[in-house]
C-alpha cells in the first residue's frame, strides 16, 4: 500500500520556466510533509517543508503548496534551472517520530 | 558540511558473508536513527527505526535477524546484513533528527553482493 504516490516518473522543464512536481497521499494522520532532492548514490538533501496547519511555504525558488482536502502537495521551482535537475522526493510524516514515508520520486530534467 | 555520516561510501562483499554500516550523527546527539533502503530507481524503503539503548523497530516485511541494528551510542547506530546474498545489494541510507523540523541524512552507503 503506497501512502505515499508520486504519479509522474519524470517531467522536463525548459530553463527559466516553471517545475511543478506533485505528490498525493492517502493517510490523513500525515501532519508534516518534506522535499527533498536526490543524485544516484548520494543522500537526500533536504528542500522544503510544510506543516499541516498551513497551505503555503516558501523559500527562495521554491514553493510547497498543500492541499488537505485533496491530499495532494506539489512543488514548485520557479525559474528553473539546469541545476535543478535531479530526482525529486516527497516524504511525509506523522506525529514528532522523524519517521519519514517516501514517494516514488520524479526525475526532473531542466534543459538549458 | 555533513551532520549525518554513514561509513562505508561503498562495500562489495562475498555472498554469505556480513557487512557492517556504520552511522554517526557528528556534532549532536541522536536518540533515533532510521534506516532505508534504496533499490535501483525505486523509492526509499523505511527499514527500521533505531533505538537508543533499546532494541530497533523493524518495518513489516525486514527481517530483523538478517538486518541487525545497534545504537550503542547518542551518536552511532550500525547495521549488519548477515549471511548477505545478491538480492542484499542495494543502497543503504540513514537519517537522524535534531528535532521533528530537522532531519539530516547520511551519504548512504552502497552494498554490492557478489
Known amino acids: 500500500d503506497q501512502q505515499v504516490k508520486q504519479n509522474s516518473p519524470s517531467l522536463s522543464v525548459q530553463e527559466g520556466r516553471i517545475s511543478i512536481l506533485n505528490c498525493d497521499y492517502t493517510n490523513s494522520m500525515f501532519d508534516y510533509f518534506l522535499w527533498y532532492k536526490k543524485y544516484p548514490a548520494e543522500g537526500p538533501t533536504f528542500l522544503i517543508s510544510i506543516s499541516s496547519i498551513k497551505d503555503k511555504n516558501e523559500d527562495g525558488r521554491f514553493t510547497v503548496f498543500l492541499n488537505k482536502s485533496a491530499k495532494h502537495l506539489s512543488l514548485h521551482i520557479v525559474p528553473s534551472q539546469p541545476g535543478d535537475s535531479a530526482v525529486y522526493f516527497c516524504a511525509a510524516s506523522s506525529g514528532n517520530t522523524g519517521k519519514l514515508i517516501f514517494g516514488q520520486g520524479t526525475t526532473l530534467q531542466v534543459k538549458p | 558540511g555533513a551532520v549525518v555520516s554513514q561509513h562505508p561510501s561503498w562495500v562489495i562483499c562475498k555472498s554469505g558473508t556480513s557487512v557492517k554500516i556504520e552511522c554517526r550523527s557528528l556534532d549532536f546527539q541522536a536518540t533515533t536513527m532510521f534506516w532505508y533502503r534504496q533499490f535501483p530507481k525505486q523509492s526509499l524503503m523505511l527499514m527500521a527505526t533505531?533505538?537508543?539503548?533499546?532494541?530497533?523497530?523493524?518495518e513489516q516485511g525486514v527481517e530483523k535477524d538478517k538486518f541487525l541494528i545497534n545504537h550503542a551510542s547518542l551518536t552511532l547506530s550500525t547495521l549488519t546484513v548477515t549471511s548477505a546474498h545478491p538480492e542484499d545489494s542495494s543502497f543503504y541510507i540513514c537519517?537522524?533528527?535534531?528535532?521533528?523540523?530537522?532531519?539530516?541524512f547520511g551519504e548512504g552507503s552502497w552494498l554490492t553482493v557478489v
Open positions: 537519517s537522524a533528527s535534531l528535532h521533528r523540523n530537522t532531519i539530516y
Open positions: 533505531s533505538n537508543e539503548g533499546s532494541k530497533a523497530t523493524y
